[in-house]
């Protein structure tokens, strides 16, 4: 029997992240799952705190010594690296943090959480990647397309720039045999959802929230062989708010 395919997820503790982690271990996936938090026992999947990593994304050290740790867990080869984890701050009474009213160390702190811990994590397991002619997947929004009444201007600005950063990484990686692609979610039904999102949700055309299992599937066949020959794409999913 072959080994399994091999995961590394960031941003596994709830909704989309913990979705995947359910989708990829029913593929009988091995995932390695990487949160600022310590593992969970309420997680139900095998093998979970074994292959669990504390990581704190904000903090490029603490990311980049991490990559040992992953490297010592993998045994060389990584079939899939999912760049999941963002944040998004909010001012007092969950207002929205825009350009004029964002402190700048909040700027770099979503920064480093949502967009140069992709580049740091991807460079570094390069060798891994190519060993197994992987897949990276990075989580984008459809908030780095356009002004979202509740994402704030760091947020919404450091998923373009990964939207941005999924090209030139599907350039760069593609001659070593991996695929990189971005999902761009629009309102999906998980803890970062702000009050009032369902005036949004009424006038998209489905008129429903999107499911965390909808958005791991996309995730899954971006990450499978049924799409071997799409590198460089930033997919929607978000009921066609985009339109």
């Given amino acids: 029997?072959?080994?399994?395919?091999?995961?590394?997820?960031?941003?596994?503790?709830?909704?989309i992240g913990h979705a995947t982690v359910k989708r990829f271990s029913a593929e009988g996936w091995r995932v390695l799952t990487c949160s600022r938090q310590p593992f969970d026992v309420r997680c139900p999947w095998p093998g979970g705190e074994a292959n669990h990593i504390e990581i704190d994304l904000a903090d490029p050290n603490k990311t980049i010594a991490a990559i040992e740790t992953i490297k010592a867990k993998v045994g060389g080869r990584i079939d899939a690296l999912v760049n999941?984890?963002?944040?998004?701050?909010?001012g007092p009474g969950g207002k929205r943090l825009n350009t004029l009213d964002t402190d700048l160390r909040t700027w770099g702190h979503?920064?480093?959480?949502?967009?140069?811990s992709s580049v740091i994590l991807a460079r570094g397991l390069k060798d891994e990647l190519t060993a197994a002619k992987g897949s990276i997947v990075n989580v984008t929004s459809i908030a780095g397309a356009r002004v979202h009444p509740f994402a704030g201007a760091a947020y919404a600005t450091s998923k373009a720039a990964l939207a941005a950063l999924t090209r030139e990484m599907a350039h760069d990686f593609g001659p070593l045999g991996v695929r990189v692609n971005a999902i761009a979610p629009g309102e999906v039904e998980t803890a970062i959802l702000s009050p009032g999102t369902d005036k949004i949700v009424e006038k998209l055309p489905m008129q429903r929230l999107g499911q965390p299992k909808e958005v791991?599937?996309?995730?899954?066949?971006?990450c499978s062989d049924q799409s071997s020959y799409i590198s460089g794409a930033e997919i929607e999913v978000n009921g066609a708010q985009h339109v």
Avoid at 84 to 90: C, E, L, R, T, Y
Avoid at 110 to 116: A, G, K, M
């Fill in 84 to 90: 999941n984890a963002g944040i998004s701050p909010k």
């Fill in 110 to 116: 979503v920064f480093h959480v949502n967009f140069f």
């Fill in 216 to 222: 791991a599937d996309v995730i899954w066949f971006l």
């Fill in 1 to 15: 029997m072959s080994e399994p395919k091999t995961l590394v997820l960031t941003g596994a503790s709830r909704g």
